[in-house]
Each structure stands twice: as C-alpha cells, then as structure tokens.
C-alpha cells in the first residue's frame, strides 16, 4: 500500500470510529483583512508551541503592515505609504534615529497628526534602530529580533508586551490620520496576542526566506 | 486666545488659535514674510525656521508648539545679515528666483550649529529636503562650505 492510500485508509477508520480531537486538523476562524482573531481564537491547537508560533504569525500582520514596517527599515531611510516608497523628503536616520541636524524626524513631524497637511504625527516619532528592522526580514527572523535583548531596545519579553500595548508611537499605527490604513485590529488586541504569545512560550515560526515585507 | 510667543529675541502676544499653523502666525500677524509659504506639507522647506536652534516646518507646526520657545526666523538670523551663511550667500549670488532661499539659509545655519565643519555628504543630506526650483544646488552647498570656512 504507497503512503498516501495508507494515510487516507487511517483518515476513515478515524472518522468512521469518531475523531479523538487531538487528531482533527486545528480549527481557527481565517483571519480578515482588518481585524485580529484574539488569542482564544488559536485555542483549537493544542500543541503549546505551535500555538506560540501561531499567535506570532497572527501579530505579524501588525508589524509587518505598512503603517509599522515603514519605520523598521532595513537601511537608513524610513519608508512611506502601502508599497513602502521611499520617504519624501529623503531623510535619513542619523546617529539616533531622529533624522539629521536641519533635517530632523520632529522638523515636520508633531505629536499629533496634522489633519490638512496630511502629516503624521505621534509623541517621539523617530525610526526603530537599524538592529530592528522589519523590512526584508522573515517572520522567523523578526521574532528572534524581538527575543534578543541585544536587538530590541534591551526589553524583556513583558517590556516588549508593554511596548505594543501601550506606546504611543506604536498606538499611532491604528490612529494614522488622513485615508492611510490602519494596522488590523487595534492596539490593545496587538497587545493580548504578544501577550499570548509570550505566555506560551514565545515560539518563533520556523525559518522559510519569505519576506514578511519588502519594497 | 492669546497666545505668548518669544519671536527673534522679542516677546510677541498674539490672538489666535492654538491650532493655527506658526507661518500664518509669523507672516500674517506678526509680519514677518521672510519665511516662505511653499507646499503647506512639509515637503519643501521654504517656511523652515528655528524652535530653540532646531529647524522646523513652521507650515505644519501648530503655534502652540512654539509656546515657551524661542522662535528664530530669517529676519531674526542676525540683525544686519551678517551671520556667515547671508555673507556666503551674498558673495557667491547664490539666489536665483530667492523665493526658497529663506529656508535653506535657516536649515543650513541649524546644520552648522551642530556639525561647523560638515561635509559634503552631511550638507546634502541636511538639505535634502529643502527644494530649489531654480536648481541653485550647487551653489547652497558651496556657500555652506565657505561659511563653515571650509
């Protein structure tokens, strides 16, 4: 009998006998475009692990969407808009991610959006340092980013829940003015989910050089 | 509501919305029309000015912001247009048109209270965003050079 006639042969002796629920594929609701699917929504799988791994993909979509991403890029220039076009005017980082003397992050930038000029705007705006960056990067390789105190602001896993939660700059991500797209859900369900996802472990998906995002 | 401004080393009152953008506020009521009206967006930096030596978009920077601040305009650079920058800009005819002028002199003299001695690279990304339609380039950066006396 080849492999796969024997798989379909266990299939229906394991309907046919009533599916134990361990076997049963996990059961979690497909994820819609705007909005996150909470933790519990990932309690189907029963495998603490693969759980972790999947909540971290469904938080992905927070930081790997534009309104995030633009900001964690791979080299020294911030990105802007969906397709991540580069940002005009052409700033760069600088020594601290505040752009360069006369041309600063905060010369245009406010704590607050600028509603008819269409600027964004949020407390400290600035670029996530090189060591963070989203862009280019796999699920894979951003969550072992996240993990690494060296590479994440020094932040321990409940620092860095803390961080999604409830810092304004990443608050403005779902508050971005104007007709750009806020990231999925909302801030505090971004939070639950790193929460989640810490809690189980904070597993990281495995590694498969697919770009969460790039230009 | 009035609002308390320090514009060029003077205490200035004004009657306005907090929200109002700093260039109405400047050019409008204060009459100051050095600082240029470009894009109202932030994306050509004709209306820079200075909040406490940092250039800023005095276009999108409500006034509020500037609130306990000291405010430096062109006007406000020196009081005779004698900091090195208006001399380099003078000697070498830098202007073309002069409209965006104002801005690059303001974002260069926040480059050069940080960096004096800047390189080419350092000029050109500090003013990158300031744009020049007549294409005066070339220009700018060799008056930014003179000035830092490079």
């Known amino acids: ?215 | 509501m009035t609002v308390r401004l320090r514009v060029n080393g003077e205490t200035k009152d004004v009657d306005v919305d907090p929200e109002m953008p700093l260039l109405w506020v400047l050019r409008d009521v204060l009459g100051l029309p050095g600082t240029k009206y470009g894009c109202g967006q932030a994306l050509c930096g004709a209306c820079t000015i200075h909040l406490d030596g940092e250039a800023v978009r005095s276009c999108v920077t409500p006034v509020r912001r500037a609130v306990g601040r000291e405010i430096t305009t062109i006007e406000g650079l020196s009081k005779d247009g004698s900091h090195p920058l208006q001399r380099a800009w003078v000697e070498l005819a830098v202007p073309q048109c002069g409209f965006c002028q104002g801005g690059q002199i303001m974002t260069a003299a926040a480059l050069l209270a940080k960096k004096p001695k800047p390189t080419d690279d350092e000029i050109d990304t500090s003013l990158a965003g300031n744009l020049c339609r007549c294409g005066t380039y070339i220009r700018i950066r060799a008056a930014v050079k003179r000035a830092a006396g490079l």
Do not use: Y
Not at chain 1, 21 to 48: C, E, K, N, Y
Not at chain 1, 205 to 213: M, Y
């Open chain 1, 1 to 215: 009998m080849s492999t796969s006639r024997g798989r379909f042969a266990i299939l229906v002796t394991l309907l046919a006998c009533g599916t134990p629920a361990a076997v049963l594929p996990p059961r979690v609701t497909p994820p819609l475009p705007d909005q996150l699917r909470p933790p519990s929504a990932f309690d189907g799988i029963l495998d603490r692990a693969e759980r972790s791994r999947a909540l971290f993909a469904e938080a992905s979509r927070v930081l790997f969407h534009p309104r995030c991403a633009n900001c964690h890029p791979s080299g020294d220039a911030p990105t802007q808009r969906d397709d991540l076009e580069r940002h005009d005017p052409p700033v760069v980082r600088g020594d601290h991610d505040q752009g360069v003397p006369g041309l600063m992050c905060g010369s245009c930038h406010q704590d607050d959006n600028a509603a008819l000029a269409r600027v964004p705007g949020a407390p400290k705006w600035q670029l996530a340092p090189r060591e963070m960056a989203w862009q280019d990067r796999s699920a894979h390789q951003v969550c072992e980013q996240i993990k690494d105190r060296s590479r994440n602001g020094n932040r321990s896993l409940d620092a860095v829940v803390e961080h999604v939660a409830h810092d304004p700059l990443v608050g403005w991500g779902w508050h971005p003015g104007a007709d750009r797209a806020s990231a999925p859900g909302t801030q505090a369900e971004a939070g639950a989910l790193v929460a989640a996802w810490v809690a189980t472990g904070a597993e990281c998906p495995p590694e498969d050089r697919k770009k969460g995002v790039s230009r």
